[in-house]
């Protein structure tokens, strides 16, 4: 893990595949309502690069007070299949 400030406030970290998907499953474990917003970003964005598919073009994932657990539970809001029912997009 590298980490990097710079002068304008903003803060990169460069994280290998094996340390995002501990993060993301860190946050995961704790219910949404308990996390900062920003918490609850940074989860979504390491779901977006840790996962083997894209998840499925229909699927809405900010539902605010609701588990992670429950999220990927949810069906997809354009076919109303399981969000891991649904080919993923392309």
Avoid at 73 to 84: D, E, F, G, S, V
Wanted: charge should be negative; aromatic fraction near 4%; include cysteine.
């Amino acid at each position: 893990m590298q980490i990097n400030r710079t002068s304008n406030g903003t803060v990169h970290v460069a994280l290998t595949v094996e340390e995002a998907a501990a993060v993301r499953d860190d946050l995961g474990q704790i219910w949404a309502s308990q996390v900062s917003t920003a918490g609850d970003q940074l989860h979504s964005l390491l779901e977006s690069v840790t996962e083997d598919e894209p998840a499925c073009p229909g699927f809405e994932k900010e539902y605010q007070g609701v588990s992670d657990a429950k999220r990927r539970l949810a069906n997809c809001k354009h076919c109303r299949q399981p969000r891991t029912a649904h080919p993923a997009s392309a």
